[in-house]
Every structure is written in structure tokens, then in C-alpha cells.
């Protein structure tokens, strides 16, 4: 976390904005920049910074979405997004993202992020998930195997606005349920509660210490969740879920996707157009990306990665945004036949929202795949211990563990007390995450209480009005399909 640059007086309130500005923190330091000798404002001073930015953008305005005369056709954007990915793959994603509205704002991350890029700016900014919808939220195994709930997708981390993620969230939310046959009062329940969960989360850490931040997790085998008790309807959901996690594992992964061959040898099995072969050339590529990746992971990682060898690699497609880039599943054995590991390596790309704002500082703006990687560990609380990055014919990857104790939750077809309590527990997870790199005080300064400032209000309105856009957005892609001027093909997985 960034030292202030300011002096420590307080703010003229003859220049509300600009002194509030700068009693915020700095969501990351230009590495290794480190100042232990430097204080900080207290966090009371920082919350009052905070709540004084509200004079500059009132909670009203993040309620508005513009409709501005020159804004790009969303299937221009889209099209734009496409460069640089395999072409045979893109009808794939075209048929992927044309399946429901909800599908095609997963895919359409540059299309929101020109949205939401004409839009205010609290002037906090925060290391963002960039892309922090409800199916980027789910279950994963801890290196000491418990299961937790957090952010698990990190392809679009950069440093923004905080209140960009809480609008993608919100969005992603209203669209999702409302795919699965939610009522509009429902919906905007819902998103209030998103919204209740973050403000909530970030008055609660906003006093707490640095460090106590960095250790909080979220077990999800455990009567709370975020804070809240869980009634026995969603204890069940988790439950479920957590099994099903449990069960995945590389054990169970190799008896799906990989065959022994007579001679004893393993390979992964053909599925197309999901897993496909690769030829010697790119087989060998891989392999050498995965020994130079290794030099990413701390030294004594290293150590356990060398017990293992490669013995197959296929490239495997991937999510609906991610389609069309090179992702590539490797197959890894140890000591034996039951000691499998998969290992996931995915071309990085530019995130959809790098046009519109400075990014990530040097080094990490170098390498694609370093800045996914350096961004996964800045805010997931517990991380794979096998996250790294490299290159390959001269495309940023990241690498990470394939499908190791994961899982999810099914929150869009949720109704009731499950739909609001998980709700509210995604808007809490994605609080603690920004609340890791950013300025909690401030943010919850900005944010309030809830109880004489309506900003649950104002996100619920600009999600209900961007659902109403993206599901324009969405019949002009699949008109866009209907006319000929993008193709997509069959799909085995809708």
C-alpha cells in the first residue's frame, strides 16, 4: 500500500475534492518503493476524506448511465476484442455469447467497460477484479484443503475505480436472475443487498489493522458466511456445492479427460472442439513455458515442481470471454499413476478496461500474464500456491492449477433467503478483496452508512438500467449473427 505524498494537515474545505483526493491512499506502490519510516493519515481522517468526496459525485449520480450520441455499436467492440485470437475458435465464442443476455455480457467486458468509462469516478481508486460478475465468485481448495468462498478470475485485473466492480457485479446480477425468471422487485432486492454487503463489509474494516485484513477468509463450511448466518436452505446449497468440490480433485480429473494407452502410457483424450490435440512443435513450446514459468514460483515451490514431468498436453477452450485465446491443459505426473497434476496455461491478453485507464505500474505492466498473477494475489485471501507466469512464441501466459477442489455456486437460480444472503455475501467478498490494496476508510467515507445516503438505491437503478441495455446490446449481436456478419457454430456445451 502507497504512503500519502501529502502533508498530514487537514483538508481545506475550500477545496473539498482535491484535498479529500489526496488524503486517499494509493492502491499499490511502484515496486519495490517502500517508505517504513513515513506514517499515514489515521483512518477516521481518511474515512472523513472519504465521505467529502460525496460533494463532488453524490450517491445519485453513480445512478446514472448516459446515453452518449457516440457511443461505438457494442458488435464493433466486440469485433475489436477478437483480434489476435484463433480464428477457427470464434464462431465458438460468438454461439457461447449468444445463448442468453447474461452470456453475452460475460463476453462483452470491453462493451461495459466503455459504459462504465463514461460514467463518474468517486476518485478512490482500488486494485479492480475488472470483471467481477457473479460467475467470477465460487468455491476453491486452500493449500491446508479447507474450501473457500472468493473471487476465482483475475483475466481483466487492473487499477480502477472501486465502484466499476461493484456496477459489474450489480449488473451481472440483475441479468443473470433475470435470465432465470426473477421478478424486477426481486432483482433490485438483490442488488441492494450486493450493495448493503460491500457498504457494510467496508465500515467494518475500515478501522481494522492492514494485516488483520490480509488474514480474513471465508471457510465456506461453516454456519456464516460473510458475517451473516446462513438458514438451513442455503447451509444445504453450500453444502451441496462443497461436496461437489471436494470430488474434484486431480485424481477425478484424470479419470475424465485422460485415457491409458496399452503400452501404459497416459494421454488426454480428444473431445473437440473443447480438448484437442496439439502438434509436437507447440507440445514442446508448452513444456518449455512451464520450466520457464517455474522460475516465477518462490524457490522452495520449485522443489515440489520438479518431482513432476510432463506427460501430455492438449489445448482446451475455456469460459465464454476467454474463447479464442490459447489455453492449454498439461498433464503432469509424480511419483506414481495416483500422483496427477493439471496444470491450466492461458494466454493473458489486454484487459477491456486498459483504454481507459493507467493501468498497472512497472513491472507488472510488462507481462500480461504477471499482471493477472500479481493481481490474483493482491486480492484473493487464500491463493493457488502454484501461480505463476511465462511466455510461449513470444503471447503472455499465466499458469494455475486446473479445477483442483472447485466449485460454485448456483446464485442466479436461487429465490428467497438464499438469493439475498448470498448477495450479500458476494458484495462482502469483493469489499474485502478492494479493502486489501485500496483505502477502506475512504471508500467507506464515500459509501455511508445506508441509512441517510441511498447508494444501495443508485446501484440498483443504473443495474436495472444497464440490464435493459445489455439485453439491447444483445438482440443487436444476435441480429448481427442473423445477417450474416458473424458466424457462429454449434456449441456442445449449450
Given at each position: 500500500?502507497?504512503r500519502?505524498?501529502?502533508?498530514k494537515?487537514?483538508?481545506?474545505?475550500?477545496?473539498?475534492?482535491?484535498?479529500?483526493?489526496?488524503?486517499?491512499?494509493?492502491?499499490?506502490?511502484?515496486f519495490?518503493r517502500?517508505?517504513?519510516r513515513a506514517?499515514?493519515?489515521s483512518w477516521?481522517?481518511?474515512r472523513?476524506?472519504?465521505?467529502?468526496l460525496?460533494?463532488?459525485?453524490p450517491?445519485?449520480?453513480?445512478?446514472?448511465?448516459?446515453a452518449?450520441?457516440?457511443r461505438?455499436?457494442?458488435v464493433d467492440?466486440?469485433?475489436?476484442?477478437?483480434?489476435?485470437?484463433?480464428p477457427?475458435?470464434?464462431p465458438l465464442?460468438?454461439?457461447r455469447?449468444?445463448?442468453?443476455?447474461f452470456?453475452?455480457?460475460?463476453g462483452?467486458?470491453?462493451?461495459?467497460?466503455?459504459?462504465?468509462?463514461r460514467g463518474?469516478?468517486?476518485g478512490i481508486d482500488?486494485v479492480?477484479n475488472?470483471?467481477?460478475?457473479?460467475?467470477?465468485?465460487?468455491?476453491?481448495?486452500?493449500?491446508?484443503?479447507?474450501?473457500?468462498?472468493?473471487?476465482?478470475?483475475f483475466?481483466e485485473?487492473?487499477?480502477?475505480p472501486?465502484e466499476?466492480?461493484?456496477?459489474?457485479?450489480?449488473?451481472?446480477?440483475?441479468?443473470?436472475t433475470?435470465?432465470a425468471g426473477?421478478?424486477a422487485g426481486?432483482?433490485r432486492?438483490?442488488?441492494?443487498?450486493?450493495?448493503a454487503g460491500?457498504q457494510?463489509?467496508?465500515?467494518?474494516?475500515?478501522?481494522q489493522?492492514?494485516?488483520?485484513?490480509w488474514?480474513q477468509?471465508t471457510r465456506a463450511d461453516t454456519?456464516?458466511?460473510a458475517?451473516?448466518?446462513?438458514?438451513?436452505?442455503?447451509?444445504a446449497?453450500?453444502?451441496?456445492?462443497?461436496?461437489?468440490?471436494?470430488?474434484?480433485?486431480n485424481?477425478s480429473?484424470?479419470?475424465q479427460?485422460a485415457?491409458r494407452?496399452?503400452d501404459?502410457?497416459?494421454?488426454?483424450?480428444a473431445?473437440?472442439?473443447?480438448?484437442?490435440?496439439?502438434?509436437?512443435?507447440t507440445?514442446?513450446g508448452?513444456?518449455?513455458g512451464l520450466?520457464?514459468?517455474?522460475?516465477?514460483?518462490?524457490?522452495?515451490r520449485?522443489f515440489?515442481l520438479d518431482?513432476?514431468?510432463v506427460?501430455?498436453?492438449?489445448?482446451?477452450?475455456?469460459?465464454?470471454?476467454?474463447?479464442?485465446t490459447r489455453?492449454?491443459l498439461?498433464?503432469l505426473?509424480?511419483n506414481?499413476?495416483?500422483?496427477?497434476?493439471?496444470l491450466?496455461?492461458k494466454?493473458?491478453?489486454?484487459p477491456?478496461?486498459?483504454?481507459?485507464?493507467?493501468?498497472?505500474p512497472a513491472?507488472?505492466a510488462?507481462?500480461?500474464g504477471?499482471?493477472?498473477?500479481?493481481g490474483?494475489?493482491l486480492?484473493?485471501a487464500?491463493?493457488d500456491?502454484?501461480?505463476g507466469?511465462?511466455?510461449?512464441?513470444g503471447r503472455?501466459?499465466y499458469?494455475?492449477q486446473?479445477k483442483?477442489l472447485?466449485?460454485?455456486?448456483?446464485?442466479?437460480?436461487m429465490?428467497?433467503?438464499?438469493?439475498?444472503?448470498?448477495?450479500y455475501?458476494?458484495g462482502?467478498?469483493?469489499?474485502?478483496?478492494?479493502?486489501r490494496t485500496g483505502d477502506?476508510?475512504?471508500?467507506a467515507g464515500?459509501?455511508?452508512?445506508?441509512k441517510?445516503?441511498?447508494l444501495g438505491?443508485?446501484i440498483?437503478?443504473?443495474?436495472a438500467?444497464?440490464?435493459?441495455?445489455n439485453a439491447?446490446?444483445?438482440?443487436l449481436?444476435?441480429?448481427?449473427?442473423?445477417?450474416g456478419?458473424l458466424a457462429?457454430?454449434d456449441?456442445?456445451c449449450?
Open positions: 500500500m502507497d500519502l505524498e501529502s502533508d494537515t487537514a483538508p481545506d474545505d475550500g477545496d473539498a475534492h482535491a484535498s479529500a483526493a489526496a488524503s486517499v491512499l494509493a492502491p499499490i506502490a511502484d519495490p517502500i517508505d517504513l506514517g499515514v493519515e477516521d481522517k481518511r472523513h476524506a472519504g465521505k467529502r460525496r460533494a463532488e459525485v450517491h445519485a449520480a453513480q445512478a446514472v448511465l448516459k452518449d450520441s457516440d461505438p455499436d457494442p467492440l466486440i469485433e475489436a476484442a477478437h483480434e489476435g485470437r484463433q477457427h475458435l470464434l465464442r460468438v454461439a455469447m449468444a445463448s442468453s443476455p452470456a453475452f455480457l460475460r462483452a467486458a470491453p462493451v461495459m467497460a466503455w459504459d462504465l468509462s463518474p469516478r468517486s482500488v479492480m475488472g470483471d467481477a460478475h457473479i460467475d467470477n465468485f465460487g468455491l476453491f481448495g486452500t493449500p491446508q484443503r479447507d474450501i473457500v468462498l472468493d473471487l476465482n478470475d483475466d485485473v487492473t487499477i480502477g472501486w466499476w466492480d461493484l456496477k459489474r457485479l450489480a449488473a451481472g446480477l440483475a441479468v443473470a433475470a435470465d426473477a421478478t426481486e432483482r432486492n438483490a442488488v441492494m443487498e450486493v450493495v460491500y457494510q463489509t467496508m465500515r467494518r474494516l475500515a478501522p489493522g492492514s494485516l488483520d485484513v488474514y477468509t454456519p456464516h458466511i458475517g451473516l448466518r446462513m438458514d438451513m436452505e442455503a447451509r446449497v453450500v453444502r451441496h456445492a462443497v461436496d461437489k468440490a471436494r470430488r474434484r480433485n485424481r480429473l484424470l479419470g479427460v485415457e494407452r496399452t501404459g502410457s497416459w494421454r488426454l483424450q473431445d473437440p472442439p473443447i480438448l484437442t490435440p496439439v502438434d509436437e512443435a507440445r514442446e508448452v513444456v518449455t520450466e520457464r514459468y517455474a522460475e516465477t514460483l518462490p524457490r522452495e520449485r515440489m518431482r513432476y514431468h506427460v501430455d498436453v492438449a489445448h482446451r477452450v475455456v469460459g465464454i470471454g476467454s474463447v479464442g489455453a492449454y498439461a498433464l505426473f509424480g506414481s499413476d495416483a500422483d496427477a497434476l493439471f491450466q496455461v494466454e493473458a491478453v489486454r477491456a478496461h486498459a483504454p481507459y485507464l493507467p493501468g498497472m513491472p507488472y510488462g507481462h500480461e504477471e499482471r493477472v498473477i500479481y490474483q494475489r486480492l484473493q487464500v491463493g500456491p502454484l501461480l507466469w511465462t511466455s510461449i512464441a503472455p501466459f499458469v494455475r486446473m483442483n472447485k466449485g460454485a455456486l448456483p446464485l442466479a437460480r429465490s428467497g433467503a438464499p438469493l439475498l444472503t448470498f448477495s455475501a458476494y462482502a467478498l469483493l469489499a474485502r478483496a478492494h479493502a477502506a476508510a475512504a471508500i464515500y459509501c455511508g452508512s445506508g441517510h445516503h441511498d438505491g443508485a440498483a437503478d443504473w443495474a438500467a444497464y440490464a435493459e441495455r439491447a446490446d444483445h438482440a449481436f444476435r441480429k448481427a449473427i442473423d445477417h456478419r457462429a457454430a456449441d456442445p449449450l
